[in-house]
C-alpha cells in the first residue's frame, strides 16, 4: 500500500504517519524540509513500512510536484495545512486570505485530482483533515473557516465521482489537538480539554485497513465519534443522508 501523508512532521501529522507505518507498506511523507521529517521517518522504518521523504512547500507548483514525484498512490493524507488569520473579515487581506486557501484548499485539490486519477477503476482512500470549522461560523477568522469549508465541499465532489470507481472519500475533524497551531490561536487561550491525537491517528488508521468503508462520503469527527462506535456503525450500514459532506433537511 502506497500512502502520502502531507505535514507529517510533527503533531497530528507523525502520529498518523506512525499509526499507518506497517510491514509491506510505503509512506511518502511531506514536510517543508526533509530534516524535519527525520523523527517520524525513523519511527515509520522502526515499524517496517519504507519511507520517501519529500520537502515540498504546498504552494500550487509545490503541490504539482510533489503530485509528479509520489506518483500512483493507494491513499492520501492531506494533513498539513495553515491556521490563517484572526481579525474580521474586512480587516482580512487578500494576500492572506489567497495564502490560506492555497496550503488548505488548492493543494488538496491538485494532490486529491493526481492521486483519484490514479486509482480509478481500482480503488482507494482519500482522508482529508477537516475542523468542526467546516460547519460552523466565525467572524475572526474567515480565510480558515472559508478554506475548511471549501475543503468539505470538495471531498463531497470527490466523494460522488469517485464512489462508482471504488474510491472512498473521508472528512475527518481531528477535534482540538495540542499542537504549535491550535496553541497560535487565540481562540484556544486557557484551554484545558484536548483531543488526543492517537484518538485521529486510529480512526485514519481503521480506514486504511478497509474498516470503516460503509461511512465514505461522511464527516467524522475525532473526539466525539470514538473509533469502537465507528467500527460498529460501519457494520450496521447508515442511511443515505448519514453525516454526509452536504445540508440536510430537519428530520434527515
Not at 81 to 96: I, Q
Not at 103 to 131: C, E, H, K, Q, W
Amino acid at each position: 500500500m502506497r500512502i502520502l501523508v502531507t505535514g507529517a512532521s510533527r503533531g497530528i501529522g507523525a502520529h498518523i504517519a506512525t499509526a499507518l507505518a506497517e510491514p509491506g507498506r510505503t509512506l511518502h511523507l511531506q514536510a517543508r524540509t526533509t530534516e524535519a521529517l527525520n523523527n517520524t521517518a525513523r519511527a515509520c522504518e522502526k515499524a517496517g513500512a519504507t519511507v520517501m521523504t519529500h520537502a515540498d512547500e504546498l504552494t500550487i507548483e509545490g503541490a504539482t510536484a510533489l503530485a509528479e514525484a509520489v506518483g500512483q498512490l493507494d491513499m492520501i493524507v492531506n494533513n498539513a495545512g495553515v491556521a490563517g488569520t484572526e481579525s474580521l473579515p474586512w480587516e482580512t487581506s487578500t494576500d492572506d486570505f489567497v495564502e490560506t486557501m492555497t496550503t488548505n484548499v488548492f493543494a488538496p485539490f491538485i494532490l486529491n485530482s493526481a492521486a483519484a486519477r490514479g486509482m480509478l477503476g481500482r480503488g482507494g482512500y482519500i482522508v482529508d483533515l477537516s475542523s468542526g470549522a467546516a460547519v460552523t461560523d466565525r467572524a475572526d477568522s474567515v480565510d480558515y473557516w472559508v478554506s475548511k469549508t471549501a475543503l468539505m465541499r470538495l471531498g463531497g465532489s470527490f466523494h460522488l465521482a469517485g464512489q462508482e470507481h471504488g474510491i472512498k472519500v473521508f472528512e475527518v475533524a481531528p477535534g482540538v489537538v495540542k499542537t504549535d497551531m491550535t496553541l497560535s490561536m487565540s481562540m484556544h487561550d486557557g484551554r484545558t480539554e484536548w483531543t488526543e491525537p492517537s484518538e485521529i491517528a486510529g480512526i485514519v488508521s481503521a480506514i486504511s485497513r478497509g474498516e470503516l468503508d460503509a461511512l465514505a462520503g461522511t464527516h467524522i469527527r475525532a473526539g466525539v465519534d470514538q473509533l469502537s462506535e465507528l467500527k460498529e456503525r460501519a457494520r450496521q450500514g447508515v442511511g443515505p443522508n448519514a453525516r454526509k459532506l452536504r445540508l440536510t433537511g430537519w428530520d434527515e
